[in-house]
């Protein structure tokens, strides 16, 4: 006779599946935006303004420039590394957020401090699923980054595909090479993560109550959209952070530029001031924007799915 499962772990195994699915289906989509976002981000790193030379002039122009100089295939750079990073960071946060919400109590829009329970929620499936994602992530912003040609930025660690990359990292570093820059990525996912979920559980729940909308395409397409501009504003700084701890150099086992998430942080904000923080933001966007919205319909779809089948 067949065991059968517990409830809630049949629920987490639904749920992590269909949010895997899902993200992977948007990161396709999202790649190109991401692959500019990273190079303006690391463009001129730890210079101050106008000095140094300046390849790419916002996302259009940087996109362009890559097609002309690398080829159309360029601005798919990283693809595979970055769909492994999505099936399992966000398979895993979005697969355990609605049992972390369950715990948290913030599962009931009329529990007392509902909104601070989401958020928390949020933060803690971020945490999770970025811990377990970081090796792919930070192989992602490396093959990203990497021109043979006069448009590279930051440092180049000459991978010739992901599998490279992990012979690399492993000869230079162990297992412990691959979490190098972790603390950057957990700030950048929990804020992120907290955000998302939070503001479009929030908005979706206004929306609904507003009686102008129905739990629909339209009304996810709405809170997505809301919810976007919010996790940018939030995570970019986060973001820039995380993505410069990946990519410095290490030398000795030891990062050549920066000790960690708050050195990072420091020396940027001291050589290249607020502004800084918010390079990639507009390319940040137009990949968040279309990554959560489709990452959103498509969870939903899935989920939808899914409950049909059981």
């Given at each position: ?22 993200t ?5 989509f999202?790649?190109p ?6 190079r ?6 730890l ?7 300046r390849?790419y ?20 750079k ?26 948290l109590?913030?599962?009931?829009e ?9 958020i928390?929620?949020?933060?803690t ?5 970025s ?8 192989i ?10 006069n448009t590279s930025?930051?440092?180049q660690?000459?991978?010739r595909?992901?599998g ?9 570093g162990?297992?412990?090479?691959f ?6 990525q ?15 559980d ?14 629909n ?28 701890l ?7 086992g ?7 998430f708050?050195?990072c942080f420091?020396?940027?904000?001291k050589?290249?001031?607020?502004r800084?923080l918010?390079?990639?933001t ?5 990949r968040?924007?279309p990554?959560t919205?489709?990452?959103?319909l ?10 049909s089948?059981?």
């Open positions: 006779a067949t065991i059968e499962k517990p409830i809630w772990m049949r629920i987490v195994q639904t749920n992590v599946f269909t949010a895997a699915i899902a992977a289906c948007a990161g396709f999202s790649n935006p991401e692959v500019i976002k990273t303006l981000q690391l463009q001129g790193e210079l101050e303004r106008n000095v140094g030379k390849i002039r916002g996302p259009i122009h940087g996109l362009v420039t890559m097609i002309k100089n690398e080829g159309l295939l360029s601005i798919q990283g693809l595979v590394p970055a769909l492994s990073y999505q099936i399992v960071m966000n398979g895993i946060r979005l697969g355990t957020h609605d049992t972390f919400k369950n715990i109590n913030a599962a009931s009329t529990r007392d401090y509902y909104f601070l329970r989401n928390l929620a949020g933060a499936a971020g945490l999770v699923g811990f377990f994602g970081s090796p792919f992530y930070m992602k912003v490396r093959l990203q980054s990497a021109s043979s040609v930025v930051g440092h660690h000459n991978y595909n992901m490279d990359a992990v012979k690399k990292i492993y000869q230079d162990g297992i412990r090479g979490w190098r820059g972790v603390s950057g957990l700030a950048r996912v929990s804020v992120g993560s907290a955000v998302q979920l939070s503001m479009y929030e908005m979706k729940y206004i929306l609904i109550q507003s009686g102008i909308f129905k739990d395409h339209i009304c996810h397409f709405a809170s997505s959209l809301v919810a976007s501009v919010f996790v940018v504003l939030a995570m970019n700084p986060v973001d820039v952070v995380a993505t410069r990946y990519n410095q150099g290490v030398k000795n030891r990062g050549v530029l920066y000790r960690g708050f050195d420091s020396k940027t904000l050589s290249e001031g607020i800084g918010y390079k990639g507009l390319a940040g966007y137009l968040i924007g990554h919205i489709l990452t959103f498509f969870w939903e779809k899935a989920k939808n799915l899914a409950g089948l059981e």
